[in-house]
């Protein structure tokens, strides 16, 4: 054991910066990660966003604090630079809830419907794709496709949500987050009934009796944009509880409030400062795709751009 792991945050803070610099690094952090890490980053943001922003940098290393599927997504938009994910163990349920072989089965079940995966998912789902999404564009790349039909994996969630907003046939696969799942309509009513004026924002992972209740319906991203732009001051934030640092940090003079108690992701909040620190110390755990799978998938990933690009 590294006598390292003793050192106090602040001295792990300092080292992570130096190391940085003697690796022209980059830190990304989701918004789901803790306020520590998300405190350290270059990046903080959506899965997407934040790969593309690190492709564009003249960074040799992409240190990923996130989930698995994640970093894979960095890693296909620049196979060059090493990719880090500081917690090994952290993966996602929601992309476990399909495998390769789950997913040939049904394409074979509906041979004409384009297959849309939601970037939460594997490098191999991605390659089997048609296309990508993500839940700030998978209505855009819905009606996009020529196909009548859309086999949408793995999120029912977001696949139910986009069937509200296109006249496309969605087939859903029964994926979910268990974190989203977590939430309770009596808890945002109960908020509502303490904070009649605030604004009730949801993520499209939640179920439909949540998203019922929503004013808005919103990605990450989106919720950053859309607090800035409200005049609202009060927000109810569906979503994993990492996001309201996130939010309080940009926006100190409104009020950001969760409605479900542990909301947490606890694959998001594995990685802690001691994690980012030995993953730059030893170029601990990058991430490694074969090629003819990263080319797929990133094929899937430009038609996503192409049909709809990022702003």
Excluded at 122 to 137: F, G, L, P, Q, Y
Aim: overall charge negative; some cysteine.
């Amino acid at each position: 054991m590294s006598l390292d792991i003793f050192l106090d945050d602040q001295e792990l803070i300092s080292r992570i910066q130096k190391l940085k610099k003697e690796r022209n690094a980059v830190i990304l952090a989701h918004s789901y990660e803790r306020p520590e890490i998300q405190d350290i980053a270059d990046y903080v943001g959506d899965s997407l966003e934040l790969s593309r922003l690190a492709a564009k940098t003249d960074a040799d290393v992409i240190v990923f604090c996130s989930v698995h599927f994640m970093a894979e997504t960095a890693k296909i938009l620049s196979p060059q630079k090493t990719v880090l994910l500081p917690a090994a163990e952290a993966g996602c349920p929601l992309a476990d809830m399909i495998t390769p072989t789950q997913l040939a089965i049904k394409k074979a079940e509906h041979p004409n419907a384009a297959v849309v995966a939601y970037v939460n998912c594997s490098a191999e789902i991605k390659a089997m794709a048609d296309v990508c999404c993500t839940s700030a564009n998978a209505v855009q790349v819905v009606d996009a496709m020529p196909q009548d039909e859309i086999l949408f994996v793995p999120d029912q969630h977001l696949g139910r949500w986009v069937q509200t907003q296109t006249d496309k046939k969605i087939i859903l696969w029964a994926g979910c987050c268990p974190t989203h799942q977590r939430m309770k309509v009596k808890d945002i009513l109960d908020l509502k009934q303490q904070y009649p004026d605030a604004e009730v924002i949801v993520h499209p992972e939640s179920n439909k009796d949540i998203c019922d209740l929503a004013n808005a319906i919103l990605s990450t991203s989106q919720m950053l944009r859309y607090c800035q732009a409200s005049e609202s001051k009060t927000f109810v934030i569906c979503t994993e509880m990492g996001m309201l640092h996130r939010l309080r940090t940009a926006m100190p003079d409104k009020t950001f409030l969760q409605p479900s108690k542990g909301l947490i992701c606890p694959n998001m909040k594995m990685t802690q400062l001691e994690d980012v620190y030995e993953s730059l110390k030893e170029l601990q755990h990058p991430i490694e795709i074969p090629e003819p799978i990263r080319i797929k998938a990133l094929q899937a990933l430009n038609g996503m751009l192409a049909a709809v690009p990022l702003k």
